[in-house]
């Protein structure tokens, strides 16, 4: 769902850039991720003056997915990312949650550019680590341009690496993922149980009225968690359960769009729930979806009138002043869940580099008042546009 | 005397009615010192600022960077980058691309100058060197990875006349491309003329696919830079040629550029204060004898040696610390116009394109002060010391002035200044500056000056006995001044000696600058001859990391009609030290039977058919030889390609273009090693009846026409000695300063004089004397005097230009020159200086010969 995040050109990721930019200017900060929301923003918000600007692939309905090809990278396609979240457990039983995020994103630079510093994709990635304990989230970024061995997405299979952060999906279906964060690490291996849900129409995932604004989208639910997490110097074994969303498109949201809610959970009995919301300007839904699949591989897909979320308790940022939804009720058909935060403050507040802000965090999900699972939930578009 | 003398009033009193009734001496002297100080701090301060302004714009461009690994050419293969950035003791690697590129058009009116154009890759660079990151117009924030998009510093922007949105024309070889001035960069420093690009747009536009300038490094925390340098060397030297170059190596590299530069321009300050020390010292020496009987009357009431010795030295100290205060807000003052209105460039060209601001530095101004106030003090120790020893009773009779200064005549210290100099000049230079040579200077000037009483008293006697002895009773009337002048000139050598001090020393540095300009102007002017040999010239663009002409544009060049010979020349930058600037590498076609048909030989040379076998020949400029110990016959490498080909160094060649060091090589033994095919210019020899008009237009009709530019070697000279004449600007001012406080010391002192001889003018007034008879005499005598001081002067010049021709300009640019000896020129100063003094001597008697005469004679008996 991440395609929603990179794609509001309006709100929060917009000015926040102009003040990084300021910032900038003033005091020499490193910035890193600079890029992470604003090249995906400015592919659709630029006018492109270019001699001979790329072509890139529709993503078009009707086109089957095939694998192991489309666990691997699709450079015709504009943006493709990788996201995966999940809970982990301590030796001690505490839970953590973490969240992995590769981006790859095609710039409108001159393909014919014989060097092999053109940079005509981007790779951006995001970490976060979830600890209650903590009270806060632990985030770190990097970015660079595709190149050198340094910065890749390969096609074939899922190899995404950007410095010594990595995530490949080896023969066996299994997913290893290691990240060197400025506060932490994480060395997981996750193990599909289950074959990868196709959203939609067979991976064919609407987002908005139009046609176009789709993106191709699977997602690899109740992946088994082993690993290592690494803070402060001191390494802990953990195991959990994961979800990865693999998404590439073209097209854009929608012009009305002005932040999104998104869920994708993994239910106890074996179940998967994914669903999301994009809000308008106006406050009202400009699309929504939801599937379920349950562990027999039966899917449920539910239209835009089927779905609807309800907020239920709000909590606002010290830093940002943004107000959240952090406890939000979502119906879909006849079934009621709820998502409860593990922590309010799961806030990744990063203006000081990206100036990207957005709430990102683990959940525990009830389904009709009845402990169903856990599950990540991501919320954008709450920080006001800065005024400058 | 009931009362014991108030000592601070006393000394009080003494002072202001001393300086009251000689308010000219006064003036004199403390604006001699005030201009010495205030010269030398002025130089000072905008030699700092300049430079500190030319490092920080240096140093902003490699950012925070710990180490840096470059080529010795001005760009690497970039398959080192992604080693480097995967090193495990690398934090960052930070590629960069570097070039200088040329404007097309108007080369002319921007001085030939380049812009710098930095490819970065800003996820790196932005950690890096934040400075240097374009803002993109607000709706086009991509702009920031546009292949063809470039950001503009605010200085690149109003010197190129162009804003955000314009196009940018830039000339590649032979080729014109144009971008799009994407945006600004807000926090280059002030007057940096650079442009940033996307590393990817700038290799591809700037015909340098594959191609970095330096990796920048950040070591993670923790690693030890030193050892981590060492190690990465030992790394490298497995891959190739490379530098690992620490920021420390960048700031030598830059302080080597200009130091010699501003060592010399500082020291030629320091002699206009040096020349200053002469006119205290006459100032202090007269006042004291003036006042012999003053003292001695102070003494017999009572005053102390002690007392006295301390009031001079507190007039000096006054004297000294008035000249340096006001020196130091008029050096201030100086350097703060001279950089707002000039920039910080003093005319050695190291310091174009920056805009440095002022800064007072409390340090300098100290030492200055220092040195203002010492020199001062230098000046009225000896007097203060000869008043005080003084005994009473004599000094209260008249005549007994230039016995006083006798003691001052003593010609041991004078022996042993000229002794050690000459010592100086034999020793080496320090640190690649010549400092014994400016001793040597300053040791012969001052022992020139000491013994020049003595040497006076020596030539005035004999003068005026041959006058007197060939001059026959009936002629007595007509040379009667002369032999008067001469007889007091003969008898009192040591007043006349203090007023040449000043004269002296000014006309000696006069010849000695003179003889060094000319010298160093006619070898320049030889040398051009000699280097431009062809009818016509032609060159790519302006710019030192110009692409060039390919083979088929070489070709089609040498196909044009009228053409009797093309020499085709490939120039480069090889950077063989990390601690100085690149030297320049010089691949053209060299006449083999004699090398010195092509190259301005100095005459070391080894005959290439005595070259040993299968060896390649080079020839180095003198800087090699100096810098890097490049003696002919030395085998060397040169890392122009891998493994690195070896070198027989056949013979050095004079080179007043590039100080930092220069090598010739053949063509077509550097296009075999390199494989490098492209050239840089082009000298075309006319057939006969071919005009150069004729060529330049048929070549201009070439498609590449339009890229050419084309020069006469008469333009070129006359251009090159242009840019001579400028960079020697500040040294005529320099010149122009020591002859005013020369001038002033013969005013002072032949005004002090007059008054102290007012008794001996009364004298010659009751001899019968007219008031213009004794005007004429002190005229004869300046004039007298200032020959002396002008034929000595020139002689000292003369032995201090030697000096600065074969000491101080090899050591300190490294390069030698023939000796020229401007004699009109000369002349004209010293007729000049004479005629100035004389006025200047008649000027300071009319006071003294006003009075009435019986007064004047009555007043000591």
Redesign the interface.
Known sequence: MHILKCCSTHTDFFPG??RS?FQ??RR?????G??VT??V???F???????TPPRFSPVVRDMPLTFPHDFGDHPSFRNEWWYATGWLETPEKKPLGFQITFFRVA????RT???????QH?IIAHAALSDPAAGKLLHDQK???EG???AYTKEGNTDVKLGDWYLVREENGRYQTSIKAEDFMLHLSLTPTQPPMLQDINGFSRKGPRPEQASYYYSEPQLQVSGTVTRTGKEIAVSGVAWLDHEWSTAYLDPAADGWDWVGANLDDGSSLMAFRIRGKDGGKVWAYAGIRDPSGRFTKFEPEQVTFEPQRTWRSPLTNATYPVEMQITTGSTVWLLTPLQDDQELDSRQSTGAVYWEGAVTVTRDGEPAGRGYYEMTGYVEPLEL | MTKPLNKGMLSRWLLSGEWRTHRVQLAAAIIAIALGVALGFAIHLINTAAFNEFSAAAKSLSG?SDLQVRGPQVTFD?SL??VL??HRDVELAN?VLELDVAIPGNSQERNNATLKIL?L????A??MT??L?G?PA?????DI????AIFLSPAAMEWLGVKQGDPLQLRVGTQTITL?IAGGL??ARAGQRIGVM????A??RLQR??QLSRIELKLLPGVDRAAFKTKLEQELELRGQYLVTEPANEETRVANMSRAYRVNLNMLAMVALFTGTFLVFSTQALSVVRRRHQFALLRVLGLTRRQLLGQVLFEGTALGAIGSLTGLALGYVTAATALHYFGGDLGGGFFTGIKPDVHFDLLAASVFFILGLGITLLGSAAPAWEAATANPAPALKSGSEDIALSKLATPWPGLICLVSGIVFTQLPPIFDLPIFGYLAIAQLLTGGIILMPRFAALVFSVASSTLSSRTSPAQVAAPALTTLALARLANAPNQAAIALGGVLASFTLIVAMAIMVSSFRVSVDDWLKHVLPADLYLRTGTGGDARGLTPAETKALEAIPGLARVDFLRSSQLALDPDRPSIALIARPIDMTDPGNTLPMTGEAISPPLLPEGTMPIWVSEAMVDLYGYTPGKRVTLPIATPAPSFVIAGVWRDYGRQFGAIQMQLADYQALTGDRLVNDAALWLQNGTTSEQVIASMRRLPFGDALDFSEPGQIRSLSLNIFDRSFAVTYLLEGVAVVIGLLGVAASFSAQALARTREFGMLRHIGMTRRQILGMLAVEGGLLTALGAVLGFVLGWCISLILVFIVNPQSFHWTMQLNLPWKGLLAVALILMASASMTAVASGRHAVSGNAVRAVREDW
């Open positions: 850039y102009w930019i900038l200017m020499p900060i490193p910035l890193q600079l890029f604003f090249f923003v400015t592919c918000a630029a006018t492109c003056v270019f001699a710039t409108e630079h001159d550019n014989p060097s092999r510093f053109a940079p981007l970015s660079a341009r050198f061995g340094l | 925070q970039e980058y992604p950035a995967q590629p490819g890759d800003i996820f790196h932005s950690v934040p400075d990151i803002i607000e709706e086009k924030l991509f990875l546009a292949d063809d799009r807000t926090r996307d590393i990817g747009a290799q591809w696919v594959g």
